[in-house]
């Protein structure tokens, strides 16, 4: 359908055509079960950069993330490496995934089963 998301109804979010929705309107929010941090770069490390890298992702059905779904939404470094770092760290990440909770269920999706949910992360780096 016409929208700013992908999938058959107008809108944000998305439903049929592999397209994720966002945690709210029946949409339970992802879990995190195992995190993994990311790996600071030896040039960055010598630089002492240090702050935040924030992207969103798409948590799928099984509780993984889509590895090429994975987008930047704010940079700390593209020349040391440290967002690739992140980006690197995420993909290993897995979750509980979101679900439907509505009764008549979510874009097709029957109440009760998991759905490719929408997240943001942010990742900080810090030098101890």
Known sequence: GTG????VRPGTGGGFGG??????SGIT????????KPNYTGEA????????????AIVL???????NRIRITRSL????GLDQQA???????????????R???????????PVPVIVSVELTFTLR
């Open 77 to 80: 470094d593209s020349t040391f």
């Open 103 to 113: 009764r008549d269920g979510c874009s097709g999706t029957p109440f009760g089963q």
């Open 4 to 7: 700013a998301g992908s999938g």
């Open 61 to 67: 059905p099984d509780g993984s993330i889509d590895p």
């Open 29 to 36: 929010n992802p879990v995190l079960v195992r995190e993994v």
């Open 19 to 24: 397209g994720a929705l966002e945690p709210g």
């Open 45 to 56: 490390m010598r630089a002492k950069l240090q702050g935040v890298v924030e992207m969103t």
């Open 87 to 101: 980006i690197i760290a995420v993909k290993q990440w897995r979750f509980r995934p979101g679900t439907c909770a």
